[in-house]
Antibody
Framework: EVQLVESGGGLVQPGGSLRLSCAAS????????VNWVRQAPGKGLEWVSY????????FYADSVKGRFTISRDNAKSSLYLQMNSLRAEDTAVYYC?????????????WGQGTLVTVSS | EIVLTQSPGTLSLSPGERATLSCRAS???????LAWYQQKPGQAPRLLIY???NRATGIPDRFSGSGSGTDFTLTISRLEPEDFAVYYC??????????FGQGTKLEIK
């Protein structure tokens, strides 16, 4: 069974840092690209970052470029999001999601999400 | 920058009725990369449709997708109680990556 489990969320002050993790199981993690997607309270979905299976291709949304860093450790089947210089507008539930190329790069499995709250 | 506009914002229907949700793109997008997701309160999104018209694994056949170019539609033929949720369309492009619509809330009338 495919599973994605996020962790690392919490309360952080503006300007602070946080590192999110996503533990994958039930599939060959290195064979899949993965996204981080976030959802502010009561709002819609916003794509945050993309990383290819071998980490050679990485993209960021303009809203987080220069502040967030995506990475992965295929040996540990884990995905990470290092978030620096956090702002109130980064407050959201953060989801990791697997991409399926044969499904037009849509996101066929999602984790349950981890809540990040940026507040003083 | 592409914008996906979903309409209506809220759709009020009764179980057994047919639901038609629209997703309009500000410029033409490839139907191969247009997807629809369902999200229930407190849950992660679930992939329903990929490639504009293909049902994902395990999705009931009452869900169907159609469209091309700038206009796409998600249709639920006969609403079940568990179908009341928020629906998002999403586009993928190799240069700008992922864009989501703002969502349509399907509520019980």
């Amino acid at each position: 069974e495919v599973q994605l489990v996020e962790s690392g969320g919490g309360l952080v002050q503006p300007g602070g840092s946080l590192r999110l993790s996503c533990a994958a199981s039930g599939f060959t993690f290195s064979s899949y690209s993965v996204n981080w997607v976030r959802q502010a309270p009561g709002k819609g979905l916003e794509w945050v970052s993309y990383i290819s299976g071998s980490s050679n291709v990485i993209f960021y949304a303009d809203s987080v470029k220069g502040r967030f860093t995506i990475s992965r450790d295929n040996a540990k089947s884990s995905l990470y999001l290092q978030m620096n210089s956090l702002r109130a507008e980064d407050t959201a539930v953060y989801y990791c999601a697997r991409l399926k190329s044969s499904y037009g790069y849509s996101m066929d499995y999602w984790g349950q999400g981890t809540l990040v709250t940026v507040s003083s | 920058e592409i914008v996906l506009t979903q309409s209506p914002g809220t759709l009020s229907l009764s179980p057994g009725e047919r639901a038609t949700l629209s997703c309009r793109a500000s410029q033409s997008v490839s139907s191969s990369f247009l997807a629809w997701y369902q999200q229930k309160p407190g849950q992660a999104p679930r992939l329903l449709i990929y490639g504009a018209s293909n049902r994902a694994t395990g999705i009931p056949d009452r869900f169907s997708g159609s469209g091309s170019g700038t206009d796409f539609t998600l249709t639920i033929s006969r609403l079940e109680p568990e179908d009341f949720a928020v629906y998002y369309c999403q586009d993928y492009d190799s240069s700008r990556l992922y864009t989501f619509g703002q969502g349509t809330k399907l509520e019980i009338k």
